[in-house]
């Protein structure tokens, strides 16, 4: 099966440093997904990208699809950054429709 | 408001008791999904519909049912509930599965089967 996978796993940084969470995909994609998860479980979707790069705020999200690889950029980081980042890529070998995680990365930032 | 609601938010059940997780978005998407969630292994894709009366399996599809019969209503059906269901549930939907589309959760539903 193929898969999605990001790293770090885990990532502590003190506020104001430049965070960068990686995503590898093994499959051609039209696109991919950064969501957010925040502790206490809601998870929001941060971007959707299928070239280039994206910015909102003080979260940049690129992606080379030749590559295979897309990065989430957090500059000046806050303490309320600190949650999971997890990658989702559309996955149209099997069933059309299926969407497969990478495991996330969780982000601490401290004070 | 533009929204994904599940309910319930939090339920604890027993073995073998049948319980329906509901689902309901407002924003006339086509596409809904469910996904499990559980330590280590992240998020799983259980069941998705492309469009009313489409379903189709994802990656971890035993002991789940679904159906579509609105466009706006997408409920996980757990016919008989065992221990390794407890988890995390989220239900998603977005406008189409061109990939274009950013993706809309519900809040998820906790569940423990005991």
């Known amino acids: 099966k193929n898969e999605v996978e990001q790293s770090p796993q885990n990532l502590t940084a003190q506020e104001g440093e430049f965070i960068t969470i990686n995503c590898s995909y093994s499959v051609g994609i039209s696109a991919l997904h950064w969501l957010q998860q925040h502790p206490g479980g809601g998870i929001v979707s941060l971007f959707m990208?299928?070239?280039g790069k994206k910015k909102h705020g003080r979260l940049i999200a690129t992606i080379n699809i030749q590559e295979k690889h897309s990065s989430l950029h957090i500059t000046a980081s806050h303490p309320r950054d600190s949650a999971v980042y997890i990658c989702a890529v559309p996955y149209y070998g099997g069933s059309q429709g299926n969407l497969i995680f990478g495991k996330g990365t969780k982000l601490s930032v401290k004070p | 408001e533009a929204q994904v609601t599940q309910n319930p938010r939090y339920l604890i059940t027993v073995t073998g008791k049948k319980l329906t997780v509901t689902c309901s978005q407002n924003m006339n998407h086509e596409y809904m999904s469910w996904y499990r969630q559980d330590p280590g292994l992240g998020l799983r894709q259980i069941y998705y519909?492309?469009?009313?009366?489409?379903?189709d399996k994802g990656d971890v599809p035993e002991g789940y049912k679904v159906s579509r019969k609105e466009k706006r209503n997408f409920p996980l059906i757990l016919e008989s509930p065992s221990p390794n269901q407890t988890s995390l549930y989220f239900c998603?939907?977005?406008?189409?599965?061109?990939?274009?589309?950013?993706?809309?959760f519900g809040a998820g539903s906790r569940l423990t089967v005991l």
């Open positions: 990208l299928s070239s």
């Open positions: 998603a939907s977005t406008t189409d599965f061109s990939g274009a589309n950013v993706l809309t």
């Open positions: 519909s492309m469009n009313v009366e489409v379903t």
